[in-house]
Every structure is written in C-alpha cells, then in structure tokens.
C-alpha cells in the first residue's frame, strides 16, 4: 500500500524539515521529493506535511506516519533479505559520542547486531570533537555526534537543548567562579559553555574535568559544580538548575550522522546502521512532541 521510496523520502523530509535538504540528502531533484510526498498523501488520504512561507513541519497524520514508516521499511528490508539471500558483511568502524551511547545506543545496536549478524562492528566511543576529527582521518567509516553549528554537514538524528545540571539542592554563588564540570577540549559542549559564561561576563573556574561521561555526572552528584549536558538525555539524580541561579541559556544541540566516504562509496552496512539510528531519532522526537 505504501511504497517504500516514498516513506524513505517521508523520513527525509521529515529529519531536515526542508524539501531541499530533503533532496539533497537522497540525491533527488526537490520536484521528485515532492511527488514522492504527494503520492504517500494520496495513499493515506491524508495531509502529511503543513506548508507555508515559514517552512515545514510535520501535521498530527505526519507524527504518527513517522513511527509507521520506520516499522515498514524495517520490515521490507528484512523481508527482501531474507528472500534474496543477500546479507551484509564486513567492517564497520562507527564512532558515538558518549551521551549517546550510554542512553539509545544500546538498543539500536542490539537490534542492529541481530539483524546484521555478519558485519564486524568496531565501536569508538569519544568526545564529538575528537570522533569529527577522526572521521575526517580515515580511522572511522559513520560517526554520530553533536556538530557545532546548524551549517556543518551532517544528517540530523535529533535536536535538544543545552542546559546546567547538577545534584538537588545545588546553589550558585554569584559572588563567586561558576564550578564547573566538562569535557576536556575538543569537547563540543565546553567550548558552548564557556562561550556563554565569557558573553555574559560571569567568572569560572574548573571543578572537574574528564573524557568519561561516568566521571563528570558522578562528579555533579558529589555536589561539585554544575554540568552543561543535553536536556532531553538527563542522568538520574540529576537535576536542571532553576532560572535564579543566573546561568546564561546555552542554546540548542543536534546530534548528526557523518560517512567517512564519498556518497556512492559508503558501505551498505553504514547505510543500514544510518537508517536505524535515524528511525529511532523520529521516535524520540514524535515521543516528545
């Protein structure tokens, strides 16, 4: 009833928000994204996407859509393997950064792994500024990391906020350094939490500094100072700090895919690990909204 081509270009649009992204993430012209569109409205009977000079954004029927259509492809592509006899094999050098790894990454990489039990998954887990720095070496083939800014490349899996977090209770002295808790450089979210200490001309000092994730929130629940972390992936015990504390907003976060290979050299099994990480991506974000 439905076509996979068209939930495929759904998702696409769906991620970026944009028919021109959309178009060039699948190498289409926009006007084949936008039939691809038209079509699956005209199969569901249903307007999927609202349209205006604003932009894009998904309707009621478009969030559930999404959950729908990662649940058909996944069930074609198992399908069509299981029938063609085709299984993907070989290496797969994927790098995460550790929010990630130690909240959705399991799941999608156990369902991975059974799926796809012939590929050699070799996991780095690393700041995003270090894992950006080794896809661009060669040393990984599929990264999933926050990026900089909305400009960089990347293939959207979800956006958050930043904010500060620390144990219950924790206050801030205004009279005194900020205590911090963050990443060492490269890290993404320490150079965003500085900048916006620095803008706002409050003083810091750090508190604590470490590449494990494990470190910093046991840290934070020590009572040693605050921790800018993402919103939405907030370790227990944790808990966001109130407006009164006078600490500055620090804005939004996306977490992207990257390939390490040109497009039409990327290898299938990167395809196939791309495709899950971005269906569980439209599930977190059509849970939230």
């Known amino acids: 009833m ?12 769906a991620q970026t928000l944009s028919f021109t992204r959309a178009a060039e993430r699948l190498g289409l012209r926009q006007s084949t994204v936008s039939q691809h569109v038209r079509r699956l409205e005209e199969a569901t009977g249903r307007p999927l996407f609202a349209r205006d000079t604003h932009g894009v954004d998904l309707t009621e029927d478009g969030e559930a859509m ?28 994927f790098g995460v950064c ?10 999608i990489l156990t369902a991975f792994r059974e799926a796809h039990p012939e590929v050699d998954l070799e996991l780095t ?23 900089r800014t909305a400009d960089a490349p990347g293939s959207l899996v979800w956006r958050d906020t930043l904010c500060w977090i620390g ?23 320490r150079l965003r939490a500085l900048a916006a200490l620095e803008a706002q001309g409050r003083a810091w000092r ?8 494990t470190a910093n929130i046991a840290a934070a629940r020590a009572g040693l100072g605050v921790l800018p972390h993402t919103r939405g992936l907030i ?4 808990t966001p700090l109130p407006p009164r504390a006078g600490l ?7 977490f992207v895919l990257l390939h390490g290979h040109p497009p039409r050299e990327v290898p299938q099994a990167a395809r196939a690990l791309e495709r899950a990480i971005l269906e569980a991506g439209d599930r977190v974000r059509g849970m939230r909204e």
């Open 235 to 238: 370790p227990p015990d944790l």
């Open 248 to 254: 500055p907003e620090l804005g939004a976060v996306e």
């Open 125 to 147: 887990v690393d700041l995003s500024g270090s894992l950006h720095e080794l896809l661009r070496a060669g040393r990984l083939d599929l990264v999933l990391a926050k990026r």
């Open 98 to 107: 550790e929010d990630f790894v130690m909240t959705r990454a399991p799941e």
């Open 167 to 189: 144990a219950p209770g924790l206050r801030v002295d205004p009279d005194r350094p900020v205590p911090l808790i963050v990443y060492p450089p490269p890290g993404i979210t």
């Open 206 to 213: 750090i508190a604590c500094t470490s590449t494990s994730l």
């Open 2 to 13: 439905y076509d996979p081509t068209h939930l495929r270009t759904f998702l696409a649009v």
């Open 66 to 93: 999404l959950g729908f259509a990662g649940t058909i492809l996944a069930a074609h592509e198992r399908a069509a393997a299981f029938f063609t006899g085709t299984r993907l094999r070989g290496r797969l050098r």
